[in-house]
Structure formats: C-alpha cells, structure tokens
RNA sequence: GUGGGCGUAGCUCAGUUGGUUAGAGCGCCAGGUUGUGGUCCUGGAGGCCGCGGGUUCGACCCCCGUCGCUCACCCCA
C-alpha cells in the first residue's frame, strides 16, 4: 500500500483533465456561469475541507456517504476535517457565518470527494457546478431553480434528459409517514431485500429508492409519501409543478425519489439521462433543505439548490453525439523569429497588450520548424522575423488560413504592425 | 467491500504452439540546395513488454502474488 517504487500517478478515481478535454471544460463551466449569471447568482467560493460536523449534520450521519465516504483527517493541531462530499453543506455553512441579506443566491463550481470503487461516470474526485438560494421558502424559487438546471441542459444540446420529481414533505407531515412507513416495514421486514432486511430500521426512507423487486413489492403495498403532505407542503408542490408546467418544463412525479442526503425537505428532484447506459445516468438533482441552516447553528432560513456533475454532464454529451464547440479559444497570431536577436520578445507583448491572443515558437527552431508550430498553434496570422526584416525595420504578417500560398503574405514597416493585424484579423 | 476484463514506445495497438537485436500507425525531431505551415518523401529519437517471484536451457508469451486501469454490484454527480 505504499508509493515507493513505483513512478507516480494520478489517485484511484482521480484524473487529470488537459488537451481538448479542458477546452470542453472550459466551454461547460463558462457556459455555467453565463446561466447563473443570467439567473441573477453570483459566485461563491469556500474551501475544500470543513470541519466534518458540516457534513455529518449537514448531509446525515445515516447516510452511505457520511458513513463511509468521506474523505475525513486531522490536521497537524488535531482538528478533524472532511474534503466536501457535495456542494450544498458548505455553501450554507456560509450563508450562516456571514448573515448575507435575503434571498441570497449562489452558484459555484468545485471538486467533491467520496471514496468510493470508480466505475464509468464514478470517480473519487469529481467536479460539480450548481446553485442555491437560501431566505426564501417561494416555490416560485422552486422552479427558478430547476428550469436553470433545464436551460442549462438545453444550452449543452443535451435532449434526453427527464427531470423526475418528488415533494419530501416538512417536519410534521414527513416524520407521519417515515413512522407509517417504519410500521409498514417491520411488519413485513422478511420481506425485504437482503440488505434492508437489515438496515431498513436506520433509514426507513432509502428502502423507496432500492431497486430490487423484494423492497418494490413491499413499498408498493405500504404507504406513499404524497398522501401524507400536509396542507402547505401540497400547495407548495403543487405550485411548483403549476410553475413548471407553465414554463413548458415536464416533469414526472416520482414517489420514491427521496434523494441520499437527509437534508431535503419538500421538493426534491433529480434529471436522468436517458443516453447514458448503466446506473450513473443522473446528472444532476437537488431539492429543497428548509432545515439545513438551523441544523448548522443558523436561525431558521429555507433553502433551495441543486448540483449537476461535470463528468456526467460531458458523458451525456459524448453518449446524446453532440458536436456542438461550446467556447472557441483560437490563438489571433503566432509569431515566427529567425534573427537570432530575440526580436519576438518585445512584439508579442505588445500585441498582447493590445488584447490579441499571441503564442511564439522558442528555442531559436528552423523557419520551417516554427511554422509548422504556427500552424499547428491554430492561430490566424503568422508574424515572421527575420535578418531581412530585422535589417528593414519591418515584419512579414502572414494569413494562415489563406490557401493561396503565394498570395497570403505581405512585408510592411514595424510602426504599422497593430495597425495592419487590426485591419486584416477584422476580415 | 465483492466479482469480470485488461496492463507492450507520448497515443491506439500487433507480437506467430515460450526461441536469439520487440514491431506498426499516429505523434515528436531532423532533412528534401536559395528564410515559410497544412499534402508527400527520407531518416532519427523513444520501450527494465506495470512490478516482484516461480517454472524452463530460454519468458512479452505459462503459473502465483502485487500494484494499476477498466466494467459491474452497492450508492450517488
């Protein structure tokens, strides 16, 4: 189990993401941004780790995820810390330290951390963008945050995505059914599948989500969720299902999604991909946690948010075959230096300093070698240098995407050069 | 935590019933007379064949272990 030896790598379930995959990156998460942008969010960034209690009274000690997932240490002072699980926990830890007038409305962008066997879609590092908005219990919001999610999706090209949908209930009318529920299933606890035959009296609520035909009949037969709502949390969901409706967003209600952290209360939602073979194929889900800030030692303040994983977000994209370039990052010029003198150094930064996207080649290569670079760089212009310019006070500008060799290039004086890539990079 | 598949150059992969200097394509580097890219031609660099042990006269090939990758179960993004 240790590392010596052998050459090092990249953690179990972790990767490095470069090459055009950063490019789709970068597209994704500026496209993100854009959305939550528009949505009126703004950025927050809070760290990594926190003190494991924000999670385990955060997300619940019963979850799988906090009992076995996390990633929990202490520091060189004896403080026991956890890399952040998921997004949500943390964000309201802030809002709860620093009191931000409301509603408040925040998207980030981040790892998250489980320890868990990699699969397809599973890894033990892997990225998350979201939203969430706290000091307000509208359902109004409800919706707004769940068509962010749904533009977002379209703005991908992504087609084959359902959005299942549930509501938890609150306090009152939640516990009800949790104990007509733990009723329902101790009386038929034989019945279970292996595991909850077992676990069922933890969390009675997981025993919904399982798969296997032994859980479904006795779920089936015992009592359902959206019968128990109280008044409120019935006018709460109905009004966001109205909202949804109008907004031309379809959702299907889903009586046993109830999601794996303990925190949400009321609507709680998840979007599947239908392209995506295998169990990984929800790519985002959220809900609303109208307790999470008091259970963190804030006062009261309902909440709403959702997360969406990268990985899976691309893998839908890659299984759906869209091609569509999220964000172009060409190079407008690539200069080319063959006298000897480092005459490159001084041009490009002040191309650069005039806004343009400027690369060089180094190490004093062949004409021919440098431009093999420049093309290879994807840049518009090339830019040469050489004894003759040098001794002419001039620059050779060069259209690379000009397939008439001959035609594509002119020599001009070194004072015209902004002025000239200005005129030429318009066309 | 459990099970299946796989580990040969930077990448994708060949490698004949175990037999001598381990190959290809792509990429990379250098050339193809006079300072110029995308096609083409020539040459070159680059591999403890994941690691350790075993069987054998001899192992990339067979056996065991180990590490890693991958897929699935569980659960989730």
Request: proline share 4%; net charge negative; hydrophobic share 40%.
């Amino acid at each position: 189990m240790t590392s010596s030896g052998a050459p090092l790598q990249a953690p179990i379930g972790t990767h490095d993401v470069l090459g055009p995959a950063s490019a789709e990156w970068e597209g994704l998460i500026a496209t993100f941004a854009q959305f939550a942008y528009r949505f009126g969010f703004s950025l927050i960034i809070s760290p990594l780790f926190e003190d494991v209690a924000v999670f385990n009274r955060g997300i619940g000690e019963q979850s799988d995820v906090a009992k076995k997932e996390m990633y929990v240490f202490s520091d060189r002072s004896d403080r026991t810390y956890a890399l952040r699980p998921e997004g949500t926990a943390s964000v309201v830890r802030a809002f709860v330290q620093h009191q931000p007038n409301t509603p408040w409305k925040a998207w980030y962008v981040t790892p998250a951390f489980r320890y868990e066997r990699p699969q397809a879609g599973r890894y033990r590092q892997h990225h998350q963008l979201g939203v969430e908005v706290l000091g307000t219990d509208d359902p109004a919001v409800d919706v707004e945050v769940i068509a962010l999610a749904w533009r977002f999706y379209e703005a991908l090209g992504l087609r084959k995505v359902r959005l299942l949908i549930n509501s938890m209930g609150h306090d009152d009318c939640r516990d009800g059914f949790v104990q007509l529920l733990r009723d329902h299933l101790s009386s038929n606890a034989s019945k279970l599948c292996d595991e909850h035959g077992r676990l069922w009296s933890e969390n009675p609520l997981r025993v919904l989500d399982c798969k296997k035909e032994a859980c479904r009949a006795v779920t089936d037969s015992g009592p359902q969720l959206p019968d128990h709502l109280c008044d409120e949390c019935r006018e709460h969901f109905d009004r966001v299902l109205n909202g949804l409706s109008a907004l031309g967003i379809s959702a299907t209600r889903d009586p046993r999604l109830v999601r794996g952290f303990d925190y949400y209360t009321r609507t709680t939602f998840e979007f599947v991909s239908d392209s995506i073979d295998g169990a990984q194929n929800a790519i985002g889900g959220g809900g609303r946690y109208d307790k999470l800030a008091e259970q963190l030692g804030g006062k009261p303040a309902s909440g709403i948010g959702f997360g969406s994983g990268i990985e899976r977000l691309l893998l839908a994209r890659t299984a759906e075959g869209v091609q569509q370039v999220l964000l172009k990052r060409d190079l407008d010029i690539f200069v080319v230096d063959t006298t000897g003198v480092d005459a490159a150094t001084p041009i490009v930064d002040q191309l650069r300093r005039a806004g343009y996207a400027v690369d060089r080649a180094y190490d004093g290569r062949s004409m021919k070698a440098q431009m093999k670079v420049a093309d290879k760089s994807g840049a518009r212009l090339a830019l040469l240098l050489g004894p003759q310019e040098l001794a002419g006070g001039q620059i050779t500008m060069k259209d690379l995407r000009n397939d008439d060799f001959s035609n594509s290039q002119r020599t001009f004086d070194l004072s015209d050069l902004v002025a000239n890539i200005a005129k030429q990079l318009e066309e």
